[in-house]
């Protein structure tokens, strides 16, 4: 039996993106639908997207974004124990897509299971990785976000099929027991099912007979997201006895520019430290917290020792934050 390693924390040492090589810009779109770049930049800041191809599924690129994360951390797949994937567009209803990424990475030993949590999925799958790296059973962890909504899109419903994209993002979580208040310092977790049918997706395996697509009253989620998930960062920062002034990046949920900077205004947070990626990837859900995160590790603009702060909010609602020093 493996020893337990009661960990302090669990610090973030690997990261990693995936986006699929095709873009589609605001201007194709339009070519078949009655939109406009024009309508598309003001309302939610998006000008292009990258849209899988035939054989990109949420595993393989899942999958793809992990192996850049492993090669970040300096690890391999056999030093994992556990891999948790925040999808909702899996490949198949079981096995679950996140033993479709142990398997493509070649692990046999260890667990996977999804997280079904719409665009706040890796925050909800950061927390649980969190939580068993905390309690001993785990020590290496991936946590992935990995989407193909351009699957369970609409593409005549021009009120939604404009607003997503497709990707996968990772990170890899590993015990820690060093001095200091590196790694998540915590999470917080929020669902609320009585608005379920604002953002939600028409059908599942065993109802043929539904479209499949998305379906969303976005005005409805709008005023939700910008009210949740100010109080979901000021909850954050409360538990931690921290205040706007201590937070040196905001990675949010990629939704719409307009939510991103209502939140930021709220923290005083200046443009220069709030990672966007929304204008280049659109909406990717689960993966676009991670996705974002990458980029900005990767660029050198966050540093090791930053205070970061992420937040998402989707269909459920399920809304989230965690507050991590990298
Ligand atoms: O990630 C999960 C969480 N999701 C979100 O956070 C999304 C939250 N919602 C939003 O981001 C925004 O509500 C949208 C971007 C979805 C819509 O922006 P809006 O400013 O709330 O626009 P609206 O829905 O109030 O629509 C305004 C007008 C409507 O026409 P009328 O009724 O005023 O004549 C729409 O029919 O814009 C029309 N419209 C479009 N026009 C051109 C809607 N979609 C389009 C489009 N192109 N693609």
New binding site residues.
């Given amino acids: 039996m493996k020893e337990r390693f009661m960990a302090k924390r669990s610090l973030l040492v690997g990261f990693g993106g995936f986006l699929p090589d095709r873009v589609v810009s605001n201007a194709e779109l339009a070519e078949r639908l ?3 770049d024009e ?2 930049k003001t ?2 800041g998006i000008t292009r997207r990258h849209l899988v191809g035939p054989n990109d599924t949420a595993a393989s690129m899942g999958a793809e974004a992990a192996r850049r994360a492993l090669d970040y951390a300096g690890l391999t797949a056999d030093d994992i124990d556990a891999v948790f994937v925040a999808t909702a567009t899996p490949d198949q209803a079981f096995p679950a897509t996140a033993v479709r990424v142990q398997a493509a990475l070649g692990m046999k030993q260890g667990f996977g299971f999804d997280i079904t949590a719409a ?1 706040s999925g890796f925050i909800f799958a950061l927390s649980t990785a969190d939580a068993f790296i905390r309690s001993g059973q785990i020590r290496n962890a991936l946590v992935i976000g990995s989407e193909v909504y351009s699957r369970i899109m609409d593409w005549e419903d ?2 939604t099929c ?2 997503f994209g497709d990707g996968a993002g990772a990170v890899v979580l590993s015990a820690s027991d060093e001095p200091g208040d590196r790694g998540i310092l915590s999470t917080h977790l929020h669902s609320d099912g009585t608005a379920g049918d604002l ?1 939600y997706v028409d059908g599942a395996v065993g109802q043929p007979d539904k479209s499949g697509h998305l379906k ?1 009253s ?2 409805d ?2 005023r939700h ?1 910008v009210g949740k998930l100010s109080s979901s960062v000021d909850e954050a920062l409360e538990a931690e006895g921290l205040s706007y002034a201590d937070v040196d990046w905001l990675v949010p ?1 990629q ?2 520019i307009r ?1 991103i900077e209502g939140v930021a205004k709220k923290l005083n947070l200046p443009a220069e430290r709030v990672v966007v990626t929304v204008d280049r990837h659109a ?1 990717t ?1 689960a993966a676009s917290v991670p996705l974002a995160l990458d980029e900005a590790v990767r660029d050198g603009r966050i540093q090791k020792g930053d205070l970061v702060l992420m937040e998402a ?2 269909g459920g609602l399920t809304w989230g934050s965690a507050l991590v020093r990298l």
């Fill in positions: 009655e939109t406009s309508w598309i309302r939610t665009c021009r009120t404009v607003l953002l969303m976005g005005r989620v709008f997201a949920h939704a719409n939510i909406n859900s909010l989707g």
